[in-house]
């Protein structure tokens, strides 16, 4: 339900000075701790106060990725392994030759080489120097046996090599994909709209033009769009894990993008080759009209009544000043009412009306990142201290509360209390960048997508394109035998 708010407005005397009229950037002097200063944070649902200490505020935190430079020069690769009962010519197919990855998979898991196909389906980051990071095979079970993923990798370079086996059965077991037409995604059409939750269809919304912007002609009516996200009761449940725009005809994969849990970090969306799609959806908490105001210093002049006396009389007029100061955040202008939502996944540490923030929502993720939403309206109904949220959830709503000119969303993130410009690209964040570490979960989560892929290319996942409601129910991937499609 959504509750509008009312800016508290304060009149003085015949100079009519409205105090919720003042730009959105003083707001930030009354609330934000001053430079070598505390300042405390009272939880309006918490019963009593909380301290938090808000470390000084300085802009343009320091980029938090490290490049691991004989990986940038690498490769990262997917396909189909030829298989065989020798572990360096199954590798060799795909052009690795690397001899402790051959000792390790012979003596960890030598039946994996096995296979009752001709295909062994692979996901490979390999460094400039040749060196194996991470190599995931789907291997099929022989004689009625569950299929599994094996995975080898390295921490760095000079590591030694370590295995991992896991029942791909198992892992897909709550995993539900679906089929439809890039227009039905772009228009969001009611039936997509009833068919998937709600966190699934904003991901799924805002991912597909990044991965395929729409042309809106007659051209369009080629492609689809093949999605697969959690059900159940698992970590994953009501989430997007993987998303592909594929040619019609062939049913070619045109682009896709994974989903990816990292360590020490908030999951994110990635294609396999690395590309990140995190920076423009950590930048899209409200559907806006415009970006009113960015990060940056200010000087404006101000009108404001003061008295004067000149002899024995007194008067009220109306005098200039300039004031001078640092926006900490990026304003977005919407309509009043509109709904705000998560950029990512997190847990609320505050809510409720702040000052010059009015009505404040901030959000704590992984990896000492927070984000803030400022000036709502409203609050969603079950948004409260303690909430855990999902990317894309509904949080609040657009308002003009506390010191504000008119309705919009104050956004800020911040890395361990400092404040940044999250317009600004050429930040390398953690939170839209590739790691060296992030491969491995970036391998396993191509070999999951890929055995979807093909219980779905055979027609095994719904297709929302016709008109009955048979049509529009998804079904789960674990309802048919993996050996479905071979």
């Given at each position: 339900?959504?509750?509008p708010?009312?800016?508290?407005?304060?009149?003085?005397?015949?100079?009519?000075?409205?105090l919720?009229?003042?730009?959105?950037?003083?707001?930030?002097?009354?609330?934000?701790?001053?430079?070598?200063?505390?300042?405390?944070?009272?939880?309006?649902?918490?019963?009593?106060?909380?301290?938090?200490?808000?470390?000084?505020?300085?802009?343009?935190?320091?980029?938090?990725?490290?490049?691991?430079?004989?990986?940038?020069?690498?490769?990262?690769?997917?396909?189909?392994?030829?298989?065989?009962?020798?572990?360096?010519?199954?590798?060799?197919?795909?052009?690795?030759?690397?001899?402790?990855?051959?000792?390790?998979?012979?003596?960890?898991?030598?039946?994996?080489?096995?296979?009752?196909?001709?295909?062994?389906?692979?996901?490979?980051?390999?460094?400039?120097?040749?060196?194996?990071?991470?190599?995931?095979l789907?291997?099929?079970?022989?004689?009625?046996?569950?299929?599994?993923?094996?995975?080898?990798?390295?921490?760095?370079?000079?590591?030694?090599?370590?295995?991992?086996?896991?029942?791909?059965?198992?892992?897909?077991?709550?995993?539900?994909?679906?089929?439809?037409?890039?227009?039905?995604?772009?228009?969001?059409?009611?039936?997509?709209?009833?068919?998937?939750?709600?966190?699934?269809?904003?991901?799924?919304?805002?991912?597909?033009?990044?991965?395929?912007?729409?042309?809106?002609?007659?051209?369009?009516?080629?492609?689809?769009?093949?999605?697969?996200?959690?059900?159940?009761?698992?970590?994953?449940?009501?989430?997007?894990l993987?998303?592909?725009?594929?040619?019609?005809?062939?049913?070619?994969?045109?682009?896709?993008?994974?989903?990816?849990?990292?360590?020490?970090?908030?999951?994110?969306?990635?294609?396999?080759?690395?590309?990140?799609?995190?920076?423009?959806?950590?930048?899209?908490?409200?559907?806006?009209?415009?970006?009113?105001?960015?990060?940056?210093?200010?000087?404006?002049?101000?009108?404001?009544?003061v008295?004067?006396?000149?002899?024995?009389?007194?008067?009220?007029?109306?005098?200039?000043?300039?004031?001078?100061?640092?926006?900490?955040?990026?304003?977005?202008?919407?309509?009043?009412?509109?709904?705000?939502?998560?950029v990512?996944?997190?847990?609320v540490?505050?809510?409720?009306?702040?000052?010059?923030?009015?009505?404040?929502?901030?959000?704590?993720?992984?990896?000492?990142?927070t984000?803030?939403?400022?000036?709502?309206?409203?609050?969603?109904?079950?948004?409260?201290?303690?909430?855990?949220?999902?990317?894309?959830?509904?949080?609040?709503y657009?308002?003009?509360?506390?010191?504000?000119?008119?309705?919009?969303?104050?956004?800020?993130?911040r890395?361990?209390?400092?404040?940044?410009?999250?317009?600004?690209e050429?930040?390398?964040?953690?939170?839209?960048?590739?790691?060296?570490?992030?491969?491995?979960?970036?391998?396993?989560?191509?070999?999951?997508?890929?055995?979807?892929?093909?219980?779905?290319r055979?027609?095994?996942?719904?297709?929302?394109?016709?008109?009955?409601?048979?049509?529009?129910?998804?079904?789960?991937?674990?309802?048919?035998?993996?050996?479905?499609?071979?």
């Open positions: 339900m959504r509750v708010g009312v800016a508290t407005r304060l009149v003085l005397g015949a100079g009519a000075l409205v919720s009229a003042l730009p959105c950037r003083y707001a930030l002097a009354d609330t934000t701790a001053k430079p070598h200063h505390a300042s405390h944070v009272h939880h309006a649902k918490a019963g009593k106060a909380t301290k938090h200490k808000v470390v000084h505020l300085k802009p343009g935190a320091k980029p938090d990725v490290v490049a691991d430079a004989d990986l940038s020069g690498g490769s990262v690769r997917h396909g189909c392994a030829a298989a065989s009962r020798r572990a360096e010519d199954l590798l060799a197919s795909v052009g690795v030759y690397d001899a402790d990855v051959v000792a390790t998979l012979q003596r960890g898991a030598p039946d994996a080489l096995d296979a009752v196909t001709d295909c062994v389906p692979y996901a490979l980051t390999v460094t400039r120097s040749g060196t194996v990071r991470a190599l995931g789907h291997v099929p079970g022989a004689d009625g046996a569950p299929d599994r993923l094996v995975m080898l990798w390295r921490e760095s370079p000079v590591a030694a090599v370590e295995l991992r086996v896991e029942d791909l059965s198992s892992t897909i077991r709550d995993v539900t994909t679906v089929t439809m037409p890039l227009r039905e995604v772009s228009a969001r059409e009611p039936d997509l709209q009833a068919a998937v939750p709600a966190e699934v269809l904003y991901s799924l919304t805002a991912l597909v033009p990044l991965l395929h912007a729409p042309s809106g002609d007659a051209s369009d009516d080629g492609f689809l769009v093949r999605a697969a996200y959690g059900t159940g009761s698992g970590v994953d449940a009501g989430r997007l993987s998303v592909e725009v594929v040619e019609g005809g062939t049913r070619d994969v045109v682009r896709e993008a994974l989903w990816i849990d990292r360590e020490g970090l908030p999951g994110g969306y990635f294609a396999p080759d690395g590309t990140s799609f995190e920076h423009a959806l950590w930048t899209a908490p409200v559907t806006f009209t415009r970006i009113s105001r960015g990060i940056g210093n200010f000087r404006t002049t101000v009108r404001h009544p008295t004067r006396r000149s002899g024995h009389k007194t008067r009220l007029v109306m005098a200039r000043s300039t004031r001078r100061g640092t926006h900490v955040g990026v304003d977005f202008a919407a309509p009043a009412g509109a709904p705000v939502i998560s990512a996944d997190g847990r540490i505050d809510v409720g009306p702040r000052g010059g923030y009015g009505n404040l929502i901030v959000i704590e993720h992984a990896g000492g990142y984000t803030r939403y400022a000036h709502l309206s409203g609050f969603a109904p079950d948004i409260e201290v303690g909430s855990e949220v999902r990317r894309g959830s509904e949080i609040g657009v308002g003009s509360t506390g010191f504000s000119t008119g309705p919009h969303l104050h956004f800020e993130i890395r361990d209390g400092v404040y940044f410009d999250p317009l600004d050429r930040l390398a964040f953690g939170l839209w960048s590739m790691r060296p570490v992030d491969y491995l979960p970036m391998m396993r989560q191509t070999l999951i997508a890929d055995a979807t892929d093909r219980l779905a055979t027609g095994l996942g719904p297709v929302l394109a016709a008109p009955a409601a048979a049509d529009l129910t998804p079904r789960p991937v674990a309802d048919h035998a993996l050996a479905g499609y071979r």
